[in-house]
């Protein structure tokens, strides 16, 4: 399985769509994008995790270098997951109270950060 990625701005933040899968091989692109947008100045992510397939480790640590990135410039790393299976992940290591996990889109940009 490969990873597709592809972003677009909304307002003063940037939806990232992630689907396929995320893991050893495939998380360095999404580093990749992830330090170029904040390199770019894109502080305000929104991830969109509705096409993932599966996330392991290395993908969650993808994730958290990135909120820890955006943070650093006062930003905010949101996520997009209505998937139980990759929700599962995510309240098994505890990162729920980490991540803000919204159920659309259209939330997590209607979040105030």
């Known amino acids: 399985m490969d990873l597709s990625l592809s972003n677009r701005p909304e307002g003063d933040k940037t939806v990232v769509e992630v689907g396929g899968e995320i893991d050893v091989y495939t998380a360095p692109r999404l580093r990749e994008q992830l330090v170029d947008l904040v390199a770019d100045g894109k502080y305000h992510l929104v991830v969109d995790m509705e096409r993932v397939d599966f996330l392991d ?17 006062d930003g905010s790393l949101r996520l997009v997951c209505t998937q139980e299976r990759i929700l599962k992940i995510f309240r098994i290591t505890g990162l729920t109270k980490v991540f803000p996990i919204h159920d659309s889109v259209e939330d997590a940009l209607a979040a105030s950060d």
């Open 57 to 73: 480790s290395t993908g969650l640590g993808v994730l958290v270098g990135g909120l820890k990135r955006v943070r650093a410039h």
